[in-house]
């Protein structure tokens, strides 16, 4: 029997192969296993607005102003429900609270709602006084009328030359407008905006549906939302609750490894869909090693991109080492990077439903 001299530093390499394999060789299962195990439980998170006028209108997203690319919402009569503005991954982690399942994703996933109806009050209270400042000696609601019809250009196939240059004007002053008149820059108070909005009489709400690998024909699990962070010192969670009681993953309550091999799990928004067919829906799973530790966030060079944010980042247990939130932007020039939140920051942010 060889023996290794009493000086070799094996510490890291113990460390290394406790991180993999835990005290029980078993508990490692081969990569494709683990996913098999796994895909069922990495949900795709949609969310939605739906957002209502004065006159019974309701406004809907459809378009980007030619100059500055902001969001231009034109409106119809018909309430086509909530629609979808942004999309990420969350997953249900096990819990010591049974009365709900908790899901945990990012906030700037959350976020992608409340983001849009900042918009689109914006959007129309620049709209309104727009319409103030041009009616002339007409009258100014005539004038908002008018505005919103040719807004509703933005919907239109095969634009004549003529209402296309109008559009695109009209579009990009009512974002002037907001921004010479009406930004917090302009209007620091917040007189004039509020003034304005209320004028809209804009109400706006958002929605979390959660949606399980299948067939897209299935229902969605409706969300809501139980903890965000209070501040920007806190981690980049969102936890969600819904009253289904689903299968959970466990959080890894070892500390990663350098070198450990892990998987990220989402839905990427790419040209490689997690759409597996026509009809039904899959989580993709990227794998790598840990390249880093760092304070609540482990580094790691496995592929992610946007839609896997809030995705599990996995052991080869099958448990959960963090909360995939950030990803190195590609005209960086630096080597693939990626981040997760670790599942130790998870437990502090939330240790009534985590603690150990």
């Not at 790419?270 to 026509?278: L, R």
């Not at 794998?287 to 992610?304: C, E, M, N, Q, Y």
Request: aromatic content about 8%.
């Amino acid at each position: 029997m060889r023996y290794l001299p009493r000086n070799a530093n094996i510490a890291p390499a113990i460390a290394l192969f406790l991180a993999i394999f835990g005290t029980a060789a078993s508990a490692v299962s081969p990569w494709d296993i683990v996913d098999n195990r796994i895909k069922a439980n990495v949900y795709q998170l949609n969310v939605a607005i739906k957002v209502k006028l004065n006159n019974g209108l309701y406004a809907q997203l459809t378009d980007l102003s030619p100059r500055l690319k902001y969001p231009v919402f034109s409106t119809e009569t018909k309430d086509q429900g909530f629609r979808v503005i942004g999309h990420g991954t969350c997953f249900p982690a096990r819990s010591v609270k049974k009365d709900k399942t908790y899901l945990l994703t990012n906030k700037h996933v959350v976020d992608f709602g409340s983001g849009m109806l900042q918009e689109c009050q914006r959007f129309f209270t620049g709209l309104r006084l727009y319409a103030d400042r041009s009616a002339g000696f007409s009258n100014a609601d005539s004038r908002y009328k008018d505005l919103l019809r040719i807004v509703n250009l933005g919907t239109k196939k095969d634009l004549s030359s003529a209402e296309r240059s109008m559009y695109q004007a009209t579009v990009d002053t009512i974002w002037d407008t907001y921004d010479e008149h009406l930004s917090v820059k302009a209007d620091p108070k917040r007189t004039e905006f509020n003034k304005h909005l209320a004028r809209t009489g804009l109400e706006g709400s958002i929605g979390l549906f959660v949606h399980a690998p299948g067939t897209l024909t299935q229902p969605p699990i409706v969300a809501e939302l139980y903890k965000q962070p209070k501040s920007s010192r806190e981690p980049d969670l969102a936890i969600l609750s819904v009253k289904k009681q689903v299968t959970t993953l466990e959080l890894e309550t070892t500390a990663p490894i350098v070198g450990q091999p892990i998987q990220a799990a989402g839905y990427p928004l790419s040209a490689k869909t997690s759409k597996i067919s026509a009809s039904s829906y899959a989580p993709s799973f990227s794998r790598g090693r840990v390249t880093k530790i760092s304070p609540a966030l482990i580094h790691f060079d496995a592929g992610v991109s946007k839609g896997d944010s809030g995705g599990p980042l996995l052991s080869q247990k099958g448990t959960v080492l963090g909360v995939v939130s950030r990803r190195a932007m590609p005209d960086i020039g630096t080597d693939r990077f990626a981040g997760a939140i670790s599942s130790e920051a998870v437990r502090t942010f939330a240790p009534e439903l985590f603690g150990r």
